[in-house]
């Protein structure tokens, strides 16, 4: 794990040619809301998709066991259309450890509630980078990139733009789709997979890509030896954050919302070992830059657990 801090904090990645998986993605299907068919097909489809993600080599670096990404996929099927169309939602969830300790923070937890593809039992997943083939396999590429960048954007400052860009790439490939989930218009609140990549390769949103590097290298990384410091650079990193929301309108926030959505509880957890007046000055951020979840907030005002 040393290694990958030192090859990302100077930039310096090595190509692999050879077969280098980068994730360690735990794939689930649940298909409670299924009633009266054979499920031995979703079995088989989870098999499939594990393998697919897991033993695929999504870019030339140079992964060692210890360092793949935690991750996890959870399919839950709520509908079955005739023998091989499925559909349902997919949350995704992206941790990432934090350096010299046994805990992993969240990147990510996030649900795609446009989870719509076909699939016959045994038919092999095929991707392409160039073209639409199949909705469920673009819909895996298009998360793995979204996972990679994140998690490379925590290291180094933007450095996960390689990966977003392919993400990009398959949401563009994906325009004439008859599935939801790939275009601008579908979504009046601005919410899906193209909304997603939009946000994050905005120009616009580059706070946000900074608060993630800041907050995870510069803040957690640092606690190890340096408590105090640390949790005020994370502390500090708030504050991009906060002069983002107050320059966008509500609706144009998803990127925001989506890193809310993954960090509200650990903020609640470290912000406790802060200094009173800094609690204070913490919590009016929080409440001002993500309102709904005042009451759970309010928790950083108690004593350290």
Same mark, same amino acid.
């Given at each position: 794990?040393?290694?990958?801090?030192?090859?990302?904090?100077?930039?310096?990645?090595?190509?692999?040619?050879?077969?280098?998986?980068?994730?360690?993605?735990?794939?689930?299907?649940?298909?409670?809301?299924?009633?009266?068919?054979?499920?031995?097909?979703?079995?088989?489809?989870?098999?499939?998709? *594990?393998?697919?993600?897991?033993?695929?080599?999504?870019?030339?670096?140079?992964?060692?066991? *210890?360092?793949?990404?935690?991750?996890?996929?959870?399919?839950?099927?709520?509908?079955?259309?005739? *023998?091989?169309?499925? &559909?349902?939602? @997919?949350? !995704?969830?992206?941790?990432?450890?934090?350096?010299?300790?046994?805990?992993?923070?969240?990147?990510?937890?996030?649900? +795609?509630? +446009?989870? +719509?593809?076909? $699939?016959?039992?045994?038919?092999?997943?095929?991707?392409?980078?160039?073209?639409?083939?199949?909705?469920?396999?673009?819909?895996?590429?298009? $998360?793995? $990139?979204?996972?990679?960048?994140?998690?490379?954007?925590?290291?180094?400052?933007?450095?996960?733009?390689?990966?977003?860009?392919?993400?990009?790439?398959?949401?563009?490939?994906? =325009?004439?789709?008859?599935?939801?989930?790939?275009?601008?218009?579908?979504?009046? %609140? &601005?919410?899906?997979?193209?909304?997603?990549? *939009?946000?994050?390769?905005?120009? +616009?949103?580059?706070?946000?890509?900074?608060?993630?590097?800041?907050?995870?290298?510069?803040?957690?990384?640092?606690?190890?030896?340096? @408590?105090?410091?640390?949790?005020?650079?994370?502390?500090?990193?708030?504050?991009?954050? &906060?002069?983002?929301?107050?320059?966008?309108?509500?609706?144009?926030?998803?990127?925001?919302?989506? !890193?809310?959505?993954?960090?509200?509880?650990?903020?609640?957890?470290?912000? =406790?070992?802060?200094?009173?007046?800094?609690?204070?000055?913490?919590?009016?951020?929080?409440?001002?830059?993500?309102?709904? &979840?005042?009451?759970?907030?309010?928790? !950083?005002?108690? %004593?350290?657990?």
């Amino acid at each position: 794990m040393i290694i990958r801090f030192i090859i990302s904090t100077l930039l310096v990645f090595v190509p692999f040619a050879a077969n280098a998986q980068e994730l360690r993605c735990n794939v689930q299907f649940t298909t409670q809301q299924i009633q009266g068919t054979n499920k031995q097909v979703f079995q088989t489809l989870q098999g499939a998709v *594990n393998e697919f993600v897991n033993s695929r080599a999504w870019t030339s670096y140079r992964f060692a066991s *210890n360092e793949r990404i935690e991750c996890s996929m959870l399919f839950n099927i709520q509908e079955m259309i005739g *023998n091989d169309q499925f &559909r349902g939602t @997919l949350q !995704i969830q992206v941790r990432r450890p934090v350096y010299n300790t046994s805990y992993n923070t969240v990147l990510m937890n996030y649900i +795609d509630n +446009d989870l +719509d593809f076909r $699939y016959t039992e045994f038919e092999p997943l095929e991707f392409s980078e160039t073209s639409h083939l199949s909705n469920l396999t673009s819909i895996l590429a298009f $998360y793995v $990139y979204v996972i990679l960048g994140l998690d490379f954007d925590s290291f180094a400052l933007e450095s996960g733009n390689e990966f977003f860009l392919k993400a990009e790439k398959i949401v563009n490939n994906a =325009q004439n789709a008859t599935q939801r989930g790939w275009r601008a218009g579908e979504s009046t %609140s &601005r919410r899906n997979r193209y909304w997603l990549i *939009n946000n994050i390769l905005n120009d +616009d949103y580059t706070p946000i890509r900074e608060f993630v590097y800041i907050y995870h290298r510069r803040g957690l990384d640092l606690m190890y030896d340096r @408590l105090a410091d640390g949790r005020t650079n994370c502390a500090e990193s708030l504050t991009l954050l &906060r002069d983002f929301y107050l320059e966008r309108p509500d609706p144009f926030m998803y990127f925001l919302q989506v !890193i809310l959505d993954a960090k509200s509880d650990e903020f609640v957890n470290l912000f =406790q070992g802060s200094m009173e007046d800094e609690k204070r000055r913490l919590l009016a951020i929080l409440n001002q830059i993500d309102p709904t &979840r005042g009451e759970k907030y309010r928790n !950083i005002l108690s %004593s350290e657990p």
